[in-house]
């Protein structure tokens, strides 16, 4: 979502005697002579844990950019700094990312991540469709744990349907994660879809949720996929007054495919700080939903460690989800797959079809 904000000055106080009661207060000692880019305590507390796959997506509204979003560049990027580092999960896929100087401090401060944008030279594609206005715009990007995961490679999708994704398409990323002895090569796909509920949005996003399901059914039909972002439409229903979920072709196809956020959408849970609607998701292919730790999709209110939080920090939660990874051997969970996604798909068409006559 694009929101433009008044320009406003955010001081933080922390109270003295004690430096330590500061720390348990949560707040950052600033004593004189500290580098203003050192953060010495964390404010927000640990969602991770250490035997599982922690998954998080966030937009940070308008990261960077010198003229929309917070003001308070720097306070933006200590309080991204605060929430990722604090909320320690493995992955992040983040939307909005303008600055490329304030990401590479962001990534420099945060100890044991690694990550880049979208624009990367490193990304198959990734200059030649997030390179405008300068470097200037938003663009999608990934944090990581490099004890825990490598890039096998990254690249730029869908680019046919450029217009669709309101000119972000989709950055898929493929990894090799390492953990409690055992290792998989995983694909995350990081999106930022196109906004605003009129009609012409609402069909963009349809046509880039089509190319999406056509995509994943014919390029990963047996892999660990998770699609994650701001999806900027609900999967119960459209934020399209009178039109379906744009997004019901995965939700209808629930053998092959499942959105763990749905439950937060079914429970009213918002993922903004100024609209009802659940527009942040997190979408699994069965293989990789299979290892969901049920209960684990978590809009994370961070906004109650961090003051004034939409106007400094963003105008989106972060989203969580989590997932078992076995300590060698196979998986936990054993997900057998007789037959590729999309062919499984066709069985089930060609038997609806019978038993409608």
Same mark, same amino acid.
């Given at each position: ?24 207060? %949560? ?7 500290? *580098?203003?880019? /050192?953060?010495?305590?964390? +404010?927000?507390? @640990?969602?991770? !844990? ?75 594609? %990734? ?7 300068? *470097?200037?715009? /938003?663009?999608?990007?990934? +944090?990581?744990? @490099?004890?825990? !995961? ?208």
């Amino acid at each position: 979502m694009v929101r433009m904000k008044a320009w406003l000055n955010i001081v933080k106080i922390c109270v003295l005697p004690v430096v330590a009661l500061m720390g348990m207060l %949560g707040c950052r000692a600033n004593v004189s002579g500290e *580098n203003v880019d /050192q953060v010495t305590q964390a +404010l927000v507390p @640990s969602k991770g !844990a250490p035997n599982t796959l922690d998954v998080a997506s966030w937009n940070i509204e308008w990261f960077g950019d010198e003229t929309n979003g917070p003001t308070d560049k720097d306070l933006q990027r200590q309080n991204a700094y605060d929430v990722i580092f604090g909320a320690d999960m493995d992955i992040w896929g983040l939307g909005e990312l303008v600055s490329q100087s304030q990401f590479n401090t962001l990534k420099g401060q945060l100890t044991g991540y690694s990550g880049f944008l979208a624009n990367d030279p490193s990304v198959i594609n %990734g200059p030649a469709y997030y390179s405008d206005f300068s *470097n200037n715009e /938003q663009k999608v990007g990934i +944090l990581y744990k @490099s004890s825990l !995961a490598n890039v096998l490679e990254a690249r730029i999708i869908l680019t046919a349907n450029n217009c669709d994704f309101a000119d972000r398409p989709p950055m898929q990323v493929k990894l090799r994660v390492t953990l409690n002895g055992n290792t998989h090569d995983v694909v995350v796909i990081v999106l930022h879809a196109k906004c605003c509920s009129d009609s012409t949005s609402y069909q963009r996003r349809l046509n880039a949720s089509n190319a999406l399901k056509f995509y994943l059914t014919t390029t990963f039909p047996t892999q660990k996929v998770w699609l994650i972002g701001d999806f900027n439409d609900d999967v119960d229903t459209s934020i399209t007054v009178g039109n379906a979920s744009p997004y019901a072709n995965f939700v209808n196809d629930a053998a092959n495919y499942v959105f763990p956020s749905k439950a937060l959408s079914d429970a009213g849970v918002a993922s903004t700080t100024g609209y009802p609607d659940m527009v942040d998701h997190h979408l699994n292919t069965n293989e990789s939903n299979a290892q969901l730790i049920l209960g684990s999709a978590e809009i994370y209110r961070v906004d109650q460690y961090i003051a004034d939080y939409d106007l400094t920090t963003s105008d989106h939660y972060p989203l969580l989800s989590r997932y078992t990874w076995a300590s060698g051997g196979a998986p936990s969970v054993t997900v057998t797959v007789t037959a590729p996604r999309h062919q499984a798909q066709a069985h089930l068409r060609d038997g609806n079809d019978a038993a409608a006559g």
